[in-house]
T-cell receptor, first 109, second 114 residues
Framework: AQRVTQPEKLLSVFKGAPVELKCNYS??????LFWYVQYSRQRLQLLLR??SRESIKGFTADLNKGETSFHLKKPFAQEEDSAMYYC???????????FGAGTRLFVKA | DAGVIQSPRHEVTEMGQEVTLRCKPISGHNSLFWYRQTMMRGLELLIYFNNNVPIDDSGMPEDRFSAKMPNASFSTLKIQPSEPRDSAVYFC????????????FGEGSRLTVL
């Protein structure tokens, strides 16, 4: 069965510290992985997707098929990174997208 | 484009009442999704449509929930009768099937059932 697991509900770090939001998935086929972010009073929006291999707002995520993980990382957290982050999975070329339970990141000054 | 539009933004109702949530997807998007967001379970997929046809409704909690998409520009999610445990934020999202896979979300409808 498809499943996305985000083990941390809340992650609190100091400004300037590295941050890693964990995501593990369970899927038998060929998945596409995404990270979405929801800032306060804003819509849920795409942050990045694994196929683009891009860095957005200093965040990167590498798909590790061996460990079935797609952790989100940033070397130096900023206060404006405080938000709710969701890891999501969809089948390559498919429609159904499922999300993890989300991790709230709080970056302290 | 104003993006995905949902209404109402907030709804407070009493247990047993019927609730109807509405969604207008982005023009040209042919897939539409309904999600429910709670603190405990995060974002749960309830149902999704492709070209106005329901593809997978396995996430719909029970028969009290129903969803329709009568045309490409409108969808409803109905709860009848509503219960306090239905209190959550309900999101609608749209997508171009066969595209990048990105979902575009509405601002959500916050439902409180007393």
């Amino acid at each position: 069965a498809q499943r996305v697991t985000q083990p941390e509900k809340l992650l609190s770090v100091f400004k300037g510290a590295p941050v890693e939001l964990k995501c593990n998935y369970s899927y038998s086929g060929s998945p596409e992985l995404f990270w979405y972010v929801q800032y306060s009073r804003q819509r849920l929006q795409l942050l990045l997707r694994h196929i683009s291999r891009e860095s957005i707002k200093g965040f990167t995520a590498d798909l590790n098929k061996g460990e079935t993980s797609f952790h989100l990382k940033k070397p130096f957290a900023q206060e404006e990174d405080s938000a709710m982050y969701y890891c999501a999975l969809t089948h390559t070329g498919g429609f159904k997208t499922i999300f993890g339970a989300g991790t709230r990141l709080f970056v302290k000054a | 484009d104003a993006g995905v539009i949902q209404s109402p933004r907030h709804e407070v109702t009493e247990m047993g009442q019927e609730v109807t949530l509405r969604c207008k997807p982005i023009s040209g998007h042919n897939s539409l999704f309904w999600y429910r967001q709670t603190m405990m379970r995060g974002l749960e997929l309830l149902i999704y449509f492709n070209n106005n046809v329901p593809i997978d409704d396995s996430g719909m909690p029970e028969d009290r929930f129903s969803a329709k998409m009568p045309n490409a520009s409108f969808s409803t999610l109905k709860i009848q009768p509503s219960e306090p445990r239905d209190s959550a934020v309900y999101f609608c999202a749209s997508q171009i099937s066969g595209g990048t896979g990105e979902l575009f979300f509405g601002e959500g409808s916050r439902l409180t059932v007393l």
